[in-house]
């Protein structure tokens, strides 16, 4: 007897590359946490200046800026680890033993005493991760195909999401329970606790040395495209070394560029604007979502059980279910869904804004604002991945993802005043608004969308 198709659906959840992906999603969300709010929580019990705090978060940075080094990502060889393991494991190898280094490194220097090495370290942890997060996208384009890679992403964000906790409440758990006193700062605590995290990376490495490396497919019309630009290098009378290196150039920064240029044509202004705004309505929304709890009168402890127990069930819920839909009813269609869900769960914040300080409706609203963030991420993903020509996997994922964030981070700047003009109740109902264009975009996309 056959398996219901939901059933056979969900069998992709076994698949052992979609398993892998959690492990590798708890390695790349293991260190941000490490660099930016349990830093600061450290810093901020050592007595460092609330202003030095806040200049150190630029170290998150790292992270909007990788696609700049993500061509040397994609075509740079290591040495011998490359010829070992294939060119993402070798990567994905190297990133996570310097995130392990460099944690070490933190773990065993002292702010008070040397705050200069403590940043130099935090830098190293930044920007390896924001590498290993470039090879790992990578990996999950080309390790399965298309239809599956809605269950990457929720396995991929289940890691992440289980790694946050650890390195956040987990980190600060760690070092609470061998510090002495609570009233005096004592530098010991939190060097056990970043030697246990880095410890923790141990999951990505063994994962790593585990899985194969994916096999990748590369178009013929790529392959002479790149011929062709070497050969048009040549006929300049340029020496040999020149030549190769023009010919990399071209070949790792801008071909990535060219070749979605030339495979969707007017299309790549339509999909980039999608991909611009595709997430507007969380991440406006999201910037204002602390101060609305703290002035609704939840207490820190409402809010962070809230938002880490019901919140992170329901991402990973939401996931999976995102993943699953894209199996059964394909990628743009998931997509749409999660679109609507998105602005349509910001009215429900219009709905706790009127109900005041109601633990039983901020449990709800966070729930299904996390579930319908869930599913779009999932969808989101899965899409992205599918635009991506194989042969520039890390360089156009990565500039896809920096798309992504540019516009909602640069409005969501201006939510603060919004608020103070218009009051809880209108900011959340235009988060809703804004989320109609994508709508649109989505419908418009979807009409010549050509399964990869």
Not at 172 to 195: G, H, K
Not at 308 to 331: D, E, F, N, Q
């Amino acid at each position: 007897m056959p398996d219901h198709p939901w059933l056979a659906a969900l069998k992709v959840y076994a698949h052992p590359r979609v398993i892998g992906m959690l492990f590798l999603g708890f390695s790349a969300g293991l260190p941000l946490l490490l660099v930016l709010g349990t830093l600061s929580f450290w810093l901020s019990e050592a007595g460092i200046a609330r202003a030095t705090i806040g200049h150190l978060s630029w170290v998150g940075l790292a992270y909007g800026f990788k696609f700049l080094w993500s061509p040397l990502v994609d075509r740079l060889p290591l040495p011998l680890l490359t010829r070992m393991l294939g060119r993402r494991r070798a990567w994905l190898l190297l990133s996570q033993v310097c995130i392990a280094l460099a944690l070490l490194g933190m773990a065993n220097t002292d702010p008070v005493v040397d705050l200069t090495h403590t940043v130099f370290f935090a830098l190293a942890v930044a920007f390896a991760s924001a590498t290993q997060d470039i090879a790992l996208d990578a990996y999950r384009i080309e390790a399965v195909e298309t239809e599956k890679q809605g269950a990457m992403a929720a396995t991929y964000q289940a890691g992440y999401r289980i790694a946050m906790i650890t390195a956040g409440a987990g980190a600060l758990w760690i070092a609470a329970s061998v510090d002495p006193s609570e009233t005096t700062y004592d530098f010991r605590p939190w060097q056990v606790a970043y030697t246990v995290m880095a410890a923790l990376m141990a999951v990505g490495i063994l994962t790593t040395l585990i899985i194969r490396e994916p096999e990748k497919k590369i178009s013929s019309a790529t392959t002479e495209r790149e011929l062709h630009a070497r050969e048009k290098f040549a006929a300049f009378g340029l020496s040999d070394g020149l030549v190769s290196a023009a010919a990399w150039f071209y070949s790792a920064v801008l071909s990535p560029f060219i070749d979605f240029v030339q495979r969707y044509k007017w299309q790549a202004a339509l999909i980039l604007s999608l991909i611009a705004v595709y997430r507007i309505s969380d991440v406006v929304m999201g910037v204002m979502s602390n101060p609305f709890y703290q002035e609704m009168g939840f207490t820190k402890d409402e809010v962070a059980t809230v938002s880490k127990v019901y919140g992170v069930i329901m991402t990973i819920a939401g996931a999976a279910l995102g993943g699953l839909l894209t199996m059964r009813i394909g990628v743009m269609r998931t997509l749409m869904l999660g679109a609507v869900l998105s602005a349509a769960t910001n009215l429900l914040f219009v709905w706790l804004a009127g109900r005041g300080h109601d633990v039983g409706a901020l449990v709800f609203t966070v729930s299904a604002d996390n579930l319908s963030a869930g599913i779009a991420s999932s969808a989101f993903v899965a899409y992205l991945s599918g635009l991506v020509n194989q042969a520039y996997s890390a360089t156009q994922y990565a500039l896809f993802t920096s798309v992504m964030l540019l516009l909602p981070k640069f409005i969501a700047g201006f939510s603060g005043e919004f608020v103070d003009a218009w009051g809880w109740a209108n900011f959340f109902t235009g988060t809703a608004l804004i989320g109609i264009p994508v709508l649109l975009l989505v419908w418009l996309v979807s009409r010549n969308h050509k399964a990869p």
